[in-house]
């Protein structure tokens, strides 16, 4: 059956009017609209034609020149009105099967989402691993010779390992930008994106280099102080030696922060694992069989360094990705990642320079009790990156949940209740555990009973930050996913300046180490406590009003 209705000066064919009795308005979430549009398809074709002079049995509105349907006959709706109440009746019952299915959906993608966490962290772990394992193997070989040589390795690995976590700022802008040009599906500008960045990693190597050789004595002189420069020298032959891979550190940095970015941790775990390997056998042959000390475990180190960097970007290549392709970025690109590092370098400074801040305090007390920190705060490094995969699968997986094609705030917030929940468990595990070695075994790191009876009056410290971290950890990835990174620098940097006061109080009041690890307490919870309100604030990257005041309006420049 067809009805004619008075238009304008041409024919239109219009399909599934806009019923005035079909309102959506009671319904509170688009995908009802859905199924209602979907059953009303069922509607017989109304055709209008030009009659310009025809009588009219009802009134009919529309808008020139698109000719919007806003209202029917009346004689439409009295014929139809059987057909339209079945129609919302059938609406009703799938709107009640659409959010009992979106319930099972949404309490089944949680354990879907721990499980794919689980895939992905479980190889991306062994990567956070790899470095600070290679200093706690130093820290153990080292200390069964000399306590000096250990006291050494303290203000040693500031200047090596603490420094270098300052250029994590290549890693996480990797991992991110690579990520967010996936979720576009661009794959030639994350080939053009990796090539600038490997330049920026070389730059930075070689400028380290420089830092090492001519100014690192300098460096390890003003850091141990007037009491403890008969450790300048064993310090500084470790720093020299370590100061030559600099370059291959960073560049293996950006290749496998881009294999992460992609989704991919086993490749470089691969890497990673050969390169432990020959990292655990160097210290054995060069420390321990020929006798070189600290020497030998720096040079066992460089090796394994070096290897593991060829192997992340032979890794990258299998990928279809050019790892020898070096591109010099031009001011524009330059500033471009400028703009996004500048706020994580800053982050990551203000970490480094509160732990070297606890190394430096320690150092002032004594030998026995900076030989104790340093096994300490080994420990304390070796136990956190078991929380780095969860903030490196928030940054892997959120750009696709906030910024891709099929955007979802739902998913992201599930995905962030996911790593919460690891989190907590990995935390109880990781204090216990890590508690329980130098409480139980301490004659694995040395046997000095001095240097043990100041490692147990740190441990309760020890147990409570640690155990907050892997949390803490999936907070601030999740901050950074979302390149809110305003807050967490300004965050990070009140937590620093609170912190080294606190170190300075307790410091004053003869407080000793355990002083400076109950500040470490305080660092950790108060980031957990701040990145955690961020997140759950309606303010936050997972509520916004308009997701273009985070990320979408800058994307192109990164």
């Given at each position: 059956m067809q009805f004619k209705a008075v238009t304008a000066s041409h024919q239109n064919q219009i399909k599934a009017p806009i019923i005035k009795h079909l309102s959506i308005s009671p319904f509170r979430h688009s995908h009802h609209s859905q199924v209602l549009f979907q059953s009303s398809q069922s509607l017989p074709t109304l055709r209008t034609s030009a009659a310009t002079n025809a009588p009219s049995r009802g009134k009919l509105c529309c808008i020139s020149p698109s000719q919007e349907l806003i209202a029917v006959t009346t004689e439409i709706e009295s014929e139809y009105s059987d057909e339209i109440n079945q129609i919302s009746l059938i609406g009703e019952e799938n709107i009640e099967v659409v959010e009992v299915q979106c319930e099972e959906l949404t309490k089944e993608s949680i354990w879907n989402q721990i499980i794919e966490i689980v895939k992905?962290?479980?190889?991306?772990?062994?990567?956070?691993?790899?470095?600070?394992?290679?200093?706690?193997?130093?820290?153990?070989?080292?200390?069964?010779?000399?306590?000096?040589?250990?006291?050494?390795?303290?203000?040693?690995?500031?200047?090596?390992?603490?420094?270098?976590?300052?250029?994590?700022?290549?890693?996480?802008?990797?991992?991110?930008?690579?990520?967010?040009?996936?979720?576009?599906?661009?794959?030639?500008?994350?080939?053009?994106?990796?090539?600038?960045?490997?330049?920026?990693?070389?730059?930075?190597?070689?400028l380290m280099l420089s830092f090492t050789k001519f100014f690192g004595s300098y460096a390890l002189t003003a850091f141990t102080g007037a009491k403890n420069v008969h450790l300048v020298t064993a310090a500084n032959t470790y720093v020299q030696i370590?100061?030559?891979?600099?370059?291959?550190?960073?560049?293996?940095?950006?290749?496998?922060?881009?294999?992460?970015?992609?989704?991919?941790?086993?490749?470089?775990?691969k890497a990673l694992a050969v390169a432990s390997t020959v990292n655990v056998t160097g210290h054995l042959i060069l420390c321990t069989l020929l006798g070189h000390g600290i020497t030998?475990?720096?040079?066992?180190?460089?090796?394994?360094?070096?290897?593991?960097?060829?192997?992340?970007?032979?890794?990258l290549n299998k990928k279809g990705y050019n790892g020898f392709s070096i591109s010099v970025p031009s001011h524009i690109e330059l500033l471009q990642i400028i703009t996004l590092?500048?706020?994580?370098?800053?982050?990551?400074?203000?970490?480094?320079?509160?732990?070297?801040?606890?190394?430096?305090?320690?150092?002032?007390?004594?030998?026995?009790?900076?030989?104790?920190?340093?096994?300490?705060?080994?420990?304390?490094s070796?136990?956190?990156?078991?929380?780095?995969?969860?903030?490196?699968?928030?940054?892997?997986?959120?750009?696709?949940?906030?910024?891709?094609?099929?955007?979802?705030?739902?998913?992201?917030?599930?995905?962030?209740?996911?790593?919460?929940?690891?989190?907590?468990?990995?935390?109880?595990?990781?204090g216990t555990v890590g508690t329980c070695i130098p409480w139980l075994f301490p004659q694995i790191f040395t046997r000095d009973p001095a240097v043990i009876g100041e490692m147990h009056r740190v441990v309760i410290p020890f147990l409570i930050a640690l155990s907050v971290t892997p949390c803490t950890h999936s907070c601030e990835?999740?901050?950074?996913?979302?390149?809110?990174?305003?807050?967490?620098?300004?965050?990070?940097?009140?937590?620093?300046?609170?912190?080294?006061?606190?170190?300075?109080?307790?410091?004053?009041?003869?407080?000793?180490?355990?002083?400076?690890?109950?500040?470490?307490?305080?660092?950790?919870?108060?980031?957990?406590?701040?990145?955690?309100?961020?997140?759950?604030?309606p303010a936050g990257i997972l509520f916004p009003r308009d997701m273009d005041h985070y990320g979408p309006a800058k994307l192109k420049a990164t």
């Open positions: 992905f962290s479980g190889p991306a772990t062994g990567l956070w691993i790899c470095g600070p394992l290679m200093s706690l193997i130093s820290t153990a070989v080292i200390g069964q010779g000399s306590s000096t040589e250990l006291a050494a390795l303290g203000p040693g690995t500031v200047l090596c390992d603490n420094m270098s976590y300052v250029f994590m700022f290549l890693s996480i802008a990797t991992s991110n930008m690579v990520a967010t040009s996936l979720a576009r599906q661009d794959e030639k500008e994350v080939q053009h994106q990796i090539s600038i960045l490997l330049f920026v990693g070389l730059a930075c190597g070689a370590r100061g030559l891979a600099w370059p291959a550190v960073l560049v293996g940095w950006v290749a496998q922060s881009a294999s992460l970015g992609m989704k991919d941790s086993w490749g470089p775990l030998g475990a720096a040079w066992a180190t460089v090796a394994s360094q070096v290897i593991a960097a060829c192997m992340m970007i032979d890794a590092a500048a706020p994580v370098f800053l982050t990551i400074a203000s970490k480094v320079a509160f732990y070297s801040m606890i190394i430096y305090f320690a150092t002032s007390m004594g030998t026995h009790t900076v030989a104790a920190h340093q096994v300490m705060i080994q420990m304390y070796m136990c956190v990156v078991w929380g780095e995969p969860l903030s490196q699968t928030a940054q892997s997986f959120m750009p696709e949940m906030l910024y891709g094609a099929n955007r979802s705030l739902v998913k992201a917030q599930t995905l962030l209740k996911s790593l919460l929940i690891i989190g907590t468990f990995l935390g109880l595990v990781l990835g999740t901050l950074l996913a979302g390149r809110d990174l305003k807050f967490i620098s300004l965050t990070m940097s009140s937590c620093f300046a609170l912190g080294s006061l606190l170190l300075l109080l307790v410091s004053s009041r003869g407080l000793g180490l355990p002083g400076c690890w109950c500040a470490l307490v305080g660092f950790q919870w108060a980031r957990f406590f701040l990145s955690l309100r961020r997140l759950l604030s």
